[in-house]
């Protein structure tokens, strides 16, 4: 359940921690920190909190992901899924409440983890993360444009269309200089030579914007026009936040969607992970590690942190292969905080805008998006209600009616797919029957029950088993049903009572182990009598032949005493 793949490398495969390869890990974590120490920045302030959080962030989340991971490659930090959510929260209870529901988050997928749910997380629907991860990157977009544009509004509305009404009166006061630079930035980042990967591209747009902004003296917004000196503010301190029972209830909704996002988001980074280096992540230890890193992040006053895809692919192609490369990634970001956060002040915001378009148009999956929309139309549904209440709405909301919609159209799909056949195919396996004789089934029918026998079939199954004819002997065939539920039971055990009362034998063949189990567990065998069940079709016919016979013979002998008894 819990087993860090760097200690399980340690005891069974030390040769994998030869120097050659330490040098590579360093090597590979070097880099990553260069591509993480700038998205971090950008992140925490599109968040609404101060650059040093996000580096914070990445620092304590990142170092703990890799030393307790499920996976050998995993990169973890502040990513693009929480950035709405955690402005939300900001807005609503303020920095003491999102340390609260970082820390509840990571407790959760701790939980999470220890309950197994590492399989079934990876279970959510396309339509839903799909719909959810567009609708972010809309969102993250949209909350750049005033710092891209240097329009220098002083209170922008959460909600999506009154920020755009905002934006749009604001157009006439543009900062130019402001423009010229996220433009450039942007532009560089897309031209950016492959080749330079000792630099990232977002790396090389801050450093040339800054350079470019201090030299020339261009008038646009910086990260100390924001936040001031942060050359000695931003440390590893631990900060105790408030705790009350009240604002745990509160935190509860949007603690439990940080846990979620971060379990799909680190689940989905591992997966692409053992492609691309031939390896097979544990998926329980990997929601631990995850919990344990937002613990971490929230006592150190961080924001969520989950494994990043991006950061996760570059630390492979750049030759990490075991989780120390997680762990230098984290503390080389470690010595960049400690010692440049005077040159990360200079930053201008534009460029950090730039770097939140790239993410926003990476998470905005065009291609995915067009796919589902050919997929059935109750996947579309689902899709879009997610994303419409992602950027409309908030986060919470997309992810809950989003889930219950999916829920809801599943049991429709399942119930529509689950029924009853009387067709000649349930006669398939009879070999001692000659169903050319009628005279032998006339009083007997056969009746085969097709898909799961839940809730949301039971009611087309009574409606349909109360029009039966008038017979003897009624079979039913459950040879394709492979689990049923108390509803389902129910719904039997009334057809039963139906026969009951009415003289027909009720004979059930084919039950397969899950069935079989319920019905033992409601006494459901006892009460039917062992002489109702057959293993095959076959002998649940001889069954109800020999009932008719004497079924017959007995009426046949009533009728003539009653005869004799009138004469």
Same mark, same amino acid.
């Given at each position: 359940?819990?087993?860090?793949?760097?200690?399980?490398?340690?005891?069974?495969?030390?040769?994998?921690?030869?120097?050659?390869?330490?040098?590579?890990? $360093?090597?590979?974590?070097?880099?990553?920190?260069?591509?993480?120490?700038?998205?971090? $920045?950008?992140?925490?302030?599109?968040?609404?909190?101060?650059?040093?959080?996000?580096?914070?962030?990445?620092?304590?989340?990142?170092?703990?992901?890799?030393?307790?991971?499920?996976?050998?490659?995993?990169?973890?930090?502040?990513?693009?899924?929480?950035?709405? $959510?955690?402005?939300?929260?900001?807005?609503?209870?303020?920095?003491?409440?999102?340390?609260?529901?970082?820390?509840?988050?990571?407790?959760?997928?701790?939980?999470?983890?220890?309950?197994?749910?590492?399989?079934?997380?990876?279970?959510? +629907?396309?339509?839903?993360?799909?719909?959810?991860?567009?609708?972010?990157?809309?969102?993250?977009?949209?909350?750049?444009?005033?710092?891209?544009?240097? @329009?220098?509004?002083?209170?922008?509305?959460?909600?999506?269309?009154?920020?755009?009404?905002?934006?749009?009166?604001?157009? +006439?006061?543009?900062?130019?200089?402001?423009?010229?630079?996220?433009?450039?930035? @942007?532009?560089?980042?897309? !031209?950016?030579?492959?080749?330079?990967?000792? @630099?990232?591209?977002?790396?090389? #747009?801050?450093?040339?914007?800054?350079?470019?902004?201090?030299?020339?003296?261009?008038?646009?917004?910086?990260?100390?026009?924001?936040?001031?000196?942060?050359?000695?503010?931003?440390?590893?301190?631990?900060?105790?936040?408030?705790?009350?029972?009240?604002?745990?209830?509160?935190?509860?909704?949007?603690?439990?969607?940080?846990?979620?996002?971060?379990?799909?988001?680190?689940?989905?980074?591992?997966?692409?992970?053992?492609?691309?280096?031939?390896?097979?992540?544990?998926?329980?230890?990997?929601?631990?590690?995850?919990?344990?890193?937002?613990?971490?992040?929230?006592?150190?006053?961080?924001?969520?942190?989950?494994?990043?895809?991006?950061?996760? #692919?570059?630390?492979?192609?750049?030759?990490?292969?075991? +989780?120390?490369?997680?762990?230098?990634?984290?503390?080389?970001? !470690?010595?960049?905080?400690?010692?440049?956060?005077?040159?990360?002040?200079?930053?201008?915001?534009?460029?950090?805008?730039?770097?939140? !378009?790239?993410?926003?148009?990476?998470?905005?999956?065009?291609?995915?998006?067009?796919?589902?929309?050919? #997929?059935?139309?109750?996947?579309?549904?689902?899709?879009?209600?997610?994303?419409?209440?992602?950027?409309?709405?908030?986060?919470?909301?997309?992810?809950?009616?989003?889930?219950?919609?999916?829920?809801?159209?599943?049991?429709?799909?399942?119930?529509?797919?689950?029924?009853?056949?009387?067709?000649?195919?349930?006669?398939?396996?009879?070999?001692?029957?000659?169903?050319?004789?009628?005279?032998?089934?006339?009083?007997?029918?056969?009746?085969?029950?097709?898909?799961?026998?839940?809730?949301?079939?039971?009611?087309?199954?009574?409606?349909?088993?109360?029009?039966?004819?008038?017979?003897?002997?009624?079979?039913?065939?459950?040879?394709?049903? +492979?689990?049923?539920?108390?509803?389902?039971?129910?719904?039997?055990?009334?057809?039963?009572?139906?026969?009951?009362?009415?003289?027909?034998?009720?004979?059930?063949?084919?039950?397969?182990?899950?069935?079989?189990?319920?019905?033992?567990?409601?006494?459901?065998?006892?009460?039917?009598?062992?002489?109702?069940?057959? @293993?095959?079709?076959?002998?649940?016919?001889?069954?109800?032949?020999?009932?008719?016979?004497?079924?017959?013979?007995?009426?046949?002998?009533?009728?003539?005493?009653?005869?004799?008894?009138?004469?």
């Amino acid at each position: 359940m819990f087993k860090p793949v760097l200690f399980s490398l340690l005891k069974n495969n030390p040769n994998e921690f030869v120097i050659k390869n330490i040098f590579a890990d $360093i090597g590979a974590g070097a880099v990553v920190a260069f591509i993480a120490v700038p998205l971090s $920045i950008a992140l925490s302030m599109a968040s609404g909190v101060s650059p040093g959080k996000g580096l914070v962030t990445a620092v304590v989340a990142g170092f703990l992901i890799s030393f307790f991971g499920g996976s050998r490659v995993q990169i973890g930090g502040p990513t693009g899924a929480f950035v709405i $959510i955690v402005y939300e929260i900001i807005q609503t209870y303020g920095l003491n409440g999102l340390i609260i529901a970082t820390g509840l988050a990571g407790v959760l997928l701790v939980i999470m983890g220890l309950l197994k749910f590492g399989k079934v997380i990876k279970y959510i +629907p396309d339509p839903i993360i799909i719909g959810f991860t567009n609708g972010i990157g809309i969102v993250l977009f949209s909350t750049q444009i005033n710092d891209f544009f240097g @329009l220098e509004i002083s209170k922008i509305p959460t909600g999506f269309i009154a920020k755009w009404l905002v934006y749009l009166k604001s157009i +006439p006061s543009m900062n130019w200089s402001a423009f010229a630079i996220g433009a450039g930035s @942007l532009l560089l980042m897309l !031209f950016y030579p492959k080749k330079f990967k000792i @630099l990232p591209a977002p790396l090389c #747009a801050l450093i040339v914007s800054t350079l470019v902004v201090q030299i020339f003296n261009i008038p646009v917004d910086t990260i100390f026009s924001h936040f001031g000196d942060m050359q000695n503010t931003v440390k590893l301190i631990p900060e105790i936040p408030y705790l009350n029972f009240e604002l745990l209830k509160q935190l509860l909704p949007p603690a439990l969607t940080i846990a979620i996002l971060a379990g799909i988001e680190s689940l989905l980074s591992a997966v692409v992970a053992d492609g691309m280096v031939g390896a097979k992540h544990n998926s329980n230890t990997e929601l631990i590690a995850q919990g344990f890193a937002n613990i971490g992040s929230s006592f150190f006053g961080g924001i969520p942190a989950t494994g990043a895809i991006a950061r996760t #692919a570059a630390n492979i192609q750049n030759g990490g292969r075991t +989780p120390l490369a997680g762990i230098f990634h984290a503390i080389f970001i !470690f010595i960049i905080m400690s010692l440049f956060m005077k040159y990360i002040s200079l930053i201008p915001m534009a460029s950090l805008a730039a770097i939140l !378009f790239t993410i926003s148009y990476k998470m905005v999956n065009f291609r995915a998006f067009l796919e589902i929309l050919k #997929a059935p139309v109750s996947d579309s549904i689902v899709l879009i209600i997610t994303l419409l209440l992602t950027v409309f709405v908030n986060l919470v909301y997309a992810i809950e009616i989003g889930m219950l919609f999916a829920a809801f159209l599943f049991m429709k799909r399942m119930s529509d797919i689950s029924g009853i056949d009387e067709s000649s195919d349930v006669y398939e396996g009879v070999e001692e029957f000659d169903l050319k004789d009628k005279t032998k089934l006339k009083d007997v029918v056969i009746y085969e029950i097709n898909g799961p026998f839940f809730f949301g079939a039971a009611g087309t199954f009574i409606e349909y088993m109360e029009k039966l004819r008038d017979c003897k002997a009624i079979i039913l065939r459950m040879r394709k049903v +492979p689990a049923m539920d108390e509803t389902g039971y129910h719904a039997l055990y009334k057809i039963y009572k139906k026969c009951l009362a009415s003289g027909t034998r009720l004979i059930l063949c084919q039950i397969q182990r899950q069935p079989l189990k319920v019905l033992r567990n409601y006494g459901f065998i006892s009460i039917l009598g062992r002489s109702n069940f057959a @293993l095959n079709v076959d002998s649940a016919l001889k069954k109800a032949e020999e009932y008719v016979k004497e079924l017959n013979l007995y009426n046949e002998t009533f009728h003539i005493d009653d005869k004799k008894t009138n004469k």
